[in-house]
């Protein structure tokens, strides 16, 4: 039984419109994107920027990372941003266990912590970015800008 897209707004979006027809989602020609990030205003931000790409869909936001990983496996989208610093599960955890699960969405990481450490960890497992979110939001536009298919 496919869901309809209202209902997968609803399972997915905390202020932002997402709305994705799951039976439909391979036929798009857009990248499927989903946010994983604790600061509401950083999700609003992120979404500002995707609003003005086309050739980007956010189908779903993530307030911790268990519920991201859930929705990632759920969505299977071929773009996440991922914080780090998040309750339940941090970003570190959800990135492991995409790639031990063979999740091959392209990540985007998106932090407050930018020390050498994080950024070689989140490398070594696989992210494509890693971006300061206090200082790289222009950065992190211009990737995505590179996306386009």
Not at 44 to 60: D, K, S
Request: hydrophobic share 45%.
């Amino acid at each position: 039984m496919r869901k309809s897209w209202v209902s997968v707004v609803r399972e997915t979006s905390f202020g932002h419109a997402c709305p994705v027809d799951v039976g439909q989602r391979r036929k798009s020609a857009k990248l499927r994107m989903v946010v994983v990030d604790d600061s509401e205003m950083m999700r609003g931000l992120i979404f500002e920027i995707v609003a003005a790409l086309p050739w980007i869909e956010m189908v779903g936001e993530a307030r911790d990372g268990k519920e991201g990983l859930e929705m990632i496996r759920r969505l299977k989208p071929e773009l996440v941003t991922l914080d780090i610093t998040m309750p339940k599960m941090n970003g570190i955890d959800v990135l492991r266990v995409l790639r031990e699960e063979g999740l091959e969405a392209r990540v985007f990481v998106l932090t407050a912590l930018n020390s050498a450490e994080v950024k070689r960890r989140c490398f070594e497992l696989g992210a494509e970015h890693v971006f300061d979110k206090g200082t790289e939001l222009e950065l992190f536009s211009e990737a995505l800008g590179k996306l386009r298919k």
